[in-house]
């Protein structure tokens, strides 16, 4: 069996081998060798016969002799043998000798120089050796640079866990890098951003997928620990995908067991990582960078900002052009070994049965000359695999420097960051691109080490001219990066010179049109909306007329009396509660036994408040509940004949008697006997009356100490709540009144107009329209024309139906409102209820209301039990510190000292009697130890 060894094209050379079996043992390609044997034979024998003495004819039977029974006739195997180890060996059988012999011979010898190259060259120490992950034999030119680019270019294929990673990015890592919780620095240079990524800000929210075609919110910490979950799964995909494109004559199980360790080896061979970092790390870092600059490029269009978008584009694009001729030359260095090299060799074997019917035309040293000639041919492309060897090796060498600088992080660091991933790809693909064209002359070089090298020299010079032709152009490409988005220039026309100020810059606004002219020496800024222009217009007029002034005052006189009623009611309650107080009371509020507060009895001040009043009343003979109520600033008549519904809603009495305004700001028309009771109690009485009032009502628990528990307490205490809101809620109504009528009266004095054009409104173009509309008449008809339009598009009161529960009259106002108040539960109900609850807490049956039995749990609950149970314990603890306390012979004097009956004199004699016990004791051991010394 004759061997070829071939490239990543054993299956197009074994579908060749076995096209050119076929064909020359087919009766087609026998009759074609038999004509053109028989054309042959007619040339030498006219040729012989003009010229005997050369005997043409003799060399040419001798020729097709040699030719058919040496390279045609005999038939052989082949065995097609994969240097890639992607395939086994492929056999073919009835293979022209001639055409085996010489592929053998030519592909043996080749495979066998490319094999030491490559051997020598991997037991190489340091950095000059080559790993068996990037030969050429296996994986073609420059393998580790085509890696390193391929996975600088890796994203999350899948479209829920980008989404998630990419709204991460930018809800929580932006933020975590502005506020300095994460260093932008460490993040820049770090090989490994998702471990920096681990401890977002759990105060933060993002938005990811829930699994079920939905999302949801969630923590920053709870969405880190979501994705880390799916991220070996995204990875291995990811590394599947780049097993099949890095490997396409490899089987899916075995390019899937070989790319881990080809990716490893790349970034390692040319320092970018550390044998400790895997192939799923540096896919991930990959990925990761590739996601955090669309994060920060897809946040302009979020936020809606077109500069950032046109930065963006910009970018993005002179990058492109920078490396779009370093790309495509570094495809040529790619397809070299698969497409270029393999092509030509399938070629030349494919000549050979042509070859074998032109040696049918031949004779002598023709003959002889096309057999040379064929052979060389394939010598030539068998010289091919140890160039490209050696190429490789020295490309390989050159370009892991080239890398190694481009990923240094500076402290004699190298690594994949953020910084360094755009100078790693751009080294990268422009190392591919000067081994694209280091390609393209290794056939010259082939061709001239095969011609004796006469032409290498003509070849590098021409070489040289096409490489800076190559740089010209890729130089060009990087110096652009402008965004042109297809600009359309037409004819225009300058009638007159235009000026305008260095000194003004003008901007329309994107979103709303409106042209804002600023001045750079005063600051000023002018705006110019977008408006419809036109003949007509539509305005809407609003300014304050005195019928809003008088509205607006009558306003505040209802006000005005609301809040005086209000007043009046809440001296009444206050009144009602000083003279039905239940006596001195006392407030003491104790913790756990540690400090004991008092508070001064209100008693005290109840007592001083009715003393007042009896003098008072005695002096001007009112009552003394009169007199409380004209102290708290109410009226003596609040209270007389009035219902209880009536007095908190009207200022006026059942006996027609008018209130005036009490004792805080209203005291136009107090009554006689008013005036007579509030010059009889002095300015400081007033202020205790008040400083009661506003105990009593600003807190509940004074409010509790004052009034008795039984009905009547419990209903002079709401109403005493219930007016004191009601006052308040007046007097902020008053406030809000008095305030709008000043504004009001103020904005009609300096005569304020408001006015809109509706028709300018680019909104309302449609309205615009409308008006423009040509429409034969003078002004009379433009003028019902106008009033018709006015008339259409005015609203149409609704009726209201009687189904409607909108009230018709005063009446039913007022039945509504009865109504509702006799739904309110009385205050007997609600003290009713309150007693019921107050017995259940303390775990006793309500007042009226037998324990029923087996109701137990319900009288006792958890709860009380526990508290007792840490009451109990607490006490216990108590009375244990205290006992120590006790037993250590502390006490306290008269003075609240803390004394001890210890005494220090007592002590230091004891301690005087026993030193010299001590110090024998001591002076013995000394002793002893001497004398042992002294043995």
């Excluded at 152009?473 to 297809?486: K, R, W």
Aim: net charge neutral; aromatic share 6%; proline share 4%.
């Amino acid at each position: 069996m004759w061997e070829i060894y071939a490239y990543q094209n054993n299956e197009s050379l074994f579908g060749i081998f076995n096209a050119i079996a076929g064909i020359c043992g087919s009766d087609s390609y026998l009759s074609a060798l038999a004509l053109v044997t028989v054309c042959g034979f007619f040339t030498a024998m006219v040729a012989y016969a003009i010229a005997p003495q050369k005997l043409q004819g003799w060399y040419w039977l001798a020729s097709i002799t040699l030719v058919l029974s040496v390279l045609f006739v005999p038939k052989v195997t082949v065995g097609i043998i994969d240097k890639t180890g992607g395939s086994a060996v492929t056999i073919v059988d009835n293979v022209p000798f001639g055409l085996a012999a010489l592929g053998s011979l030519s592909s043996t010898v080749g495979n066998t120089l490319t094999e030491l190259y490559e051997t020598a060259m991997q037991y190489l120490p340091g950095i000059a050796g080559l790993p068996t992950e990037l030969s050429y034999q296996r994986n073609g030119l420059l393998f580790g640079n085509r890696m390193i680019r391929e996975t600088s270019r890796v994203v999350f294929d899948n479209p829920n866990f980008r989404t998630d990673l990419i709204n991460f990015i930018n809800n929580c890592t932006m933020y975590d890098l502005a506020s300095g919780d994460l260093a932008p620095d460490v993040f820049a240079k770090s090989a490994d951003v998702w471990s920096l990524m681990a401890t977002p800000n759990p105060a933060r929210f993002t938005p990811i997928s829930d699994g079920a075609s939905g999302m949801t919110i969630a923590p920053c910490t709870a969405a880190y620990t979501t994705l880390n979950g799916r991220l070996p799964a995204q990875l291995s995909h990811i590394q599947g995908l780049l097993a099949g494109r890095m490997n396409p004559t490899l089987s899916g199980a075995v390019a899937g067991a070989v790319i881990a360790g080809q990716i490893q080896q790349a970034y390692v061979k040319n320092r970018i990582a550390d044998a400790a970092s895997t192939a799923a790390d540096l896919i991930r870092q990959n990925a990761l960078i590739n996601a955090i600059n669309d994060a920060s490029m897809l946040a302009g269009q979020k936020i809606n900002d077109p500069a950032s978008m046109l930065l963006a584009v910009g970018r993005a694009q002179a990058m492109a052009q920078t490396n779009a001729a370093w790309i495509n030359n570094g495809k040529v260095a790619e397809q070299a070994l698969p497409v270029i090299r393999n092509a030509i060799e399938a070629i030349s074997y494919a000549l050979f049965p042509i070859t074998i019917l032109l040696l049918m035309l031949t004779s002598g040293r023709e003959t002889t000359t096309a057999v040379k000639n064929y052979i060389s041919l394939l010598i030539w492309i068998q010289l091919w695999p140890p160039l490209y060897a050696i190429l490789n090796y020295m490309a390989m060498i050159y370009a892991a420097k080239d890398l190694a600088a481009a990923a240094y992080v500076g402290s004699g660091a190298y690594s994949l960051s953020l910084v360094t991933a755009p100078s790693i790809y751009s080294g990268a693909v422009s190392g591919e691109a000067v081994v694209g064209y280091m390609t393209m002359s290794i056939p010259l070089i082939a061709w001239a080490a095969l011609k004796r090298m006469e032409t290498l020299g003509s070849a590098l010079v021409s070489g040289a001219q096409s490489l800076q032709s190559l740089l010209t152009t890729t130089s060009s490409s990087a110096s652009t990066g402008n965004v042109s988005l297809g600009n359309t220039s037409m004819d225009q026309v300058a009638l007159a010179p235009t000026r305008s100020s260095a000194f003004f810059r003008s901007k329309q606004d994107d979103v709303t049109g409106n042209t804002y002219t600023s001045n750079l020496l005063s600051g000023l800024t002018a705006a110019k909306a977008l408006a419809n222009e036109g003949p007509v217009s539509r305005v809407v007029d609003a300014k304050v007329t005195q019928q809003h002034v008088e509205a607006a005052s009558r306003s505040v006189a209802t006000a005005k009396a609301e809040s005086v009623a209000a007043s009046h009611d809440r001296a009444a309650a206050l009144s009602d509660a000083l003279i039905n107080v239940s006596g001195r009371v006392s407030s003491q509020s104790r913790t756990d036994g540690t400090s004991t507060a008092n508070s001064e009895s209100i008693g005290q001040k109840v007592g001083e408040l009715m003393q007042i009043s009896k003098a008072v009343a005695a002096s001007t003979g009112a009552s003394e509940q009169q007199v409380a109520s004209v102290a708290f600033g109410g009226s003596s008549s609040v209270g007389v004949g009035v219902p209880g519904a009536l007095k908190r809603y009207s200022p006026v009495d059942a006996q027609a008697q008018t209130f005036g305004k009490g004792g805080k700001d209203y005291s136009a028309a107090i009554q006689k006997q008013d005036q007579l009771i509030d010059s009889s109690i002095s300015s400081e009485d007033k202020a205790k009356f008040k400083a009661f009032a506003d105990t009593i009502t600003r807190s509940s628990s004074s409010l509790s100490t004052v009034l008795s528990d039984n009905r009547n307490g419990k209903e002079i205490s709401s109403r005493l709540t219930e007016s004191t809101a009601r006052s308040e809620r007046a007097e902020a109504n008053l406030r809000k009144q008095s305030e709008f009528s000043e504004s009001l009266t103020s904005a009609y004095q300096r005569g304020e107009t408001i006015s809109k054009d509706l028709a300018k409104d680019p909104r309302n173009i449609g309205l615009f329209e409308q008006l423009l509309q040509d429409e034969a008449g003078g002004s009379a008809a433009a003028l019902v024309r106008l009033e018709s339009f006015l008339g259409n598009i005015t609203r149409t009161p609704v009726p209201v139906s009687g189904a409607s529960r909108l009230p018709t009259s005063f009446n039913d106002v007022q039945e509504e409102y009865r109504h509702s108040r006799s739904e309110q539960p009385s205050a007997a109900d609600v003290g009713e209820a309150m007693d019921r609850y107050r017995d259940q807490v303390i775990g006793r049956p309500a007042h009226g209301h037998a324990a029923r039995p087996g109701n137990s749990q319900e009288q006792e609950s958890p709860l009380r039990k526990d508290i007792d149970k840490t009451s109990d314990e607490l006490q216990a603890r108590v009375d244990q510190q205290r006992k120590r306390f006790d037993a250590e012979g502390v006490s306290r004097t008269e003075g609240n000292h803390v004394a001890t009956d210890r005494s220090l004199f007592g002590k230091a004699t004891t301690q005087m009697k026993e030193d010299p016990d001590v110090v024998a004791r001591k002076l013995k051991e000394v002793m002893g130890k001497i004398e042992r010394g002294w043995k």
